[in-house]
């Protein structure tokens, strides 16, 4: 089903990796791509659980705007195994306007498709989503 406002179709692997990451953590991460000539996202790639942050983040390309889900553990100051699951919102300044303006009238659409988010970030250059950047809007 394609979004009114931007025309976007959501193919069905992302809501099926999705869930993988979320229920079976089988992934550390997903990177989503939109196909522009077919108006749909589309899972580009997908980290395994032994992936680091690092490894996340150097998946996403410098020029590009892209939607990511990470999959972040981390420990609390009580001393609990936590994840919290991660949307990013990768559009950096590089990357052109048209795709800019794609990526932003589709996230919301696209994200409600997600079932499970629990924090959501914007980010325009790599410091706006380093790990002190995602350790402090986990907790």
């Given at each position: 089903m394609a979004n009114a406002a931007s025309g976007m179709a959501v193919h069905d692997d992302c809501k099926l990796r999705f869930l993988?990451?979320?229920?079976?953590?089988?992934?550390?991460?997903?990177?989503?791509?939109?196909?522009?000539?077919?108006?749909?996202?589309?899972?580009?790639?997908?980290?395994?659980?032994?992936?680091s942050y690092e490894d996340f983040t150097a998946s996403l390309p410098t020029d590009e705007c892209r939607y990511a889900v990470?999959?972040?553990d981390f420990v609390t100051a009580e001393n609990c195994q936590k994840s919290k699951i991660f949307f990013i919102a990768w559009s950096p300044d590089t990357s052109r306007v048209r795709s800019k303006m794609i990526y932003a009238?589709?996230?919301?659409?696209?994200?409600?498709?997600?079932?499970?988010?629990?924090?959501?970030?914007?980010a325009t250059d790599p410091t706006?989503?380093?790990?002190?950047?995602i350790r402090s809007r986990a907790n």
């Open positions: 993988e990451l979320k229920a079976k953590r089988t992934h550390r991460f997903i990177v989503f791509k939109i196909e522009e000539k077919q108006k749909q996202v589309i899972v580009e790639k997908v980290g395994e659980p032994a992936r990470y999959d972040f009238s589709s996230k919301d659409r696209f994200k409600r498709e997600l079932d499970g988010i629990q924090v959501e970030l914007q706006e989503m380093g790990l002190d950047v």
